[in-house]
Structures are given as C-alpha cells and as structure tokens.
C-alpha cells in the first residue's frame, strides 16, 4: 500500500493532498502525523531521510513534505 492509499484509508481527504513533481504535501495534523509514522515504520524507511516540514503560504498551517510520495507523478512519466 502507498502513503497516499493509507492516508486516504485512515480519512485523510484526497483533495488535501497536493504536490510537488513527486514530492507530496499533506497538512500536518494528528492523523498525517500517526499514518505516517506507522507507514515508514512498516516500510522498514528512515522517516528522517524522506520527510520534512513547512509552513504553507496561503493558510499559515504546517505541511509535511514527503519526498517521492506523489505516487501519480511516476504513472505520467512511464
């Protein structure tokens, strides 16, 4: 399963996943915080190397940036 498929099966809404090439933002929230935690875990990555945080311009709220996550950026480019 793909970050953005457990994000969305935990509730986290489609249409507050944005991105960047293949980079993917999604607002850090409780929920964003626990899924992705728990899917670097199972995938055995090292969070630390893939994700990041910054501050979005248009609502002032936190974001994470998770480096190659936008799955459907590699689905154009084949």
Do not use: C
Not at 54 to 77: C, E, H, L, S
């Amino acid at each position: 399963m793909t970050l953005m498929e457990k994000l969305e099966a935990a509730g986290y809404p489609r249409e507050e996943m944005y991105h960047h090439e293949s980079d993917l933002y999604v607002f850090l929230t409780p929920l964003t915080k626990r899924v992705i935690d728990e899917w670097f875990k199972e995938e055995g990555l090292t969070r630390s190397l893939f994700v990041s945080t910054f501050r979005d311009q248009i609502t002032g709220k936190p974001m994470y940036d998770v480096a190659f996550q936008y799955t459907p950026a590699f689905n154009q480019r084949i």
